[in-house]
């Protein structure tokens, strides 16, 4: 090259904005990883077990910060590991904790002697199942660390009366807002 001549400008600008945008890609890929992870994991619901509160199909976010400086507590809607089917997350309403006494007596629910009010179970009973994976026996103590969980449709959920209780080290988030279809959209109670 000569004193006069210069090197082409295009060269390196064309490598630093190609390696700019793998670096940005990665960023991003990185933080959306991060967010489902930590923060936020979107779910399809495919059964009609916590009908009419969230229809088959539904899809909403769990979120996962509650849990990190709050107790899980009976009324939240949780999603959880199923403790059948590795990797399968299941969802379900929190009815009792670790210490309190879960009974089923004439269809209702009982938790320490006092029938539990579910607008949400639309009227279903609430009946033992009949077919379980574990041993139950009313009425039931959860032990510490554990909870009692249930779908609000009752006649068709595989719940804690067909399972047992679930650990709280299982709970992945809790159900926070229903975002798709649209017309269903809005924040779980």
Request: aromatic share 12%; proline share 5%.
């Amino acid at each position: 090259m000569n004193a006069g001549e210069h090197a082409d400008p295009k060269s390196p600008s064309i490598l630093r904005t190609f390696l700019s945008l793998i670096i940005l890609l990665a960023l991003a890929v990185g933080l959306s990883w991060l967010l489902r992870e930590y923060v936020v994991q979107p779910y399809e619901i495919p059964s009609g077990s916590m009908e009419t509160t969230i229809m088959t199909d539904d899809k909403l976010f769990s979120e996962k910060i509650s849990y990190y400086f709050n107790d899980i507590k009976a009324g939240d809607i949780v999603t959880f590991q199923d403790t059948e089917i590795p990797g399968r997350i299941l969802i379900k309403r929190v009815i009792a904790t670790g210490g309190q006494t879960v009974d089923l007596i004439d269809g209702y629910v009982y938790i320490d002697g006092v029938q539990l009010e579910e607008s949400y179970v639309n009227g279903e009973r609430s009946d033992p199942l009949s077919a379980t994976l574990t041993e139950i026996s009313y009425p039931y103590t959860i032990p510490q660390g554990y909870l009692w969980v249930m779908g609000d449709h009752r006649t068709n959920s595989k719940d804690s009366r067909y399972f047992g209780a679930i650990t709280e080290s299982s709970v992945t988030g809790k159900a926070w807002l229903t975002y798709w279809p649209f017309n269903r959209f809005g924040f779980l109670d």
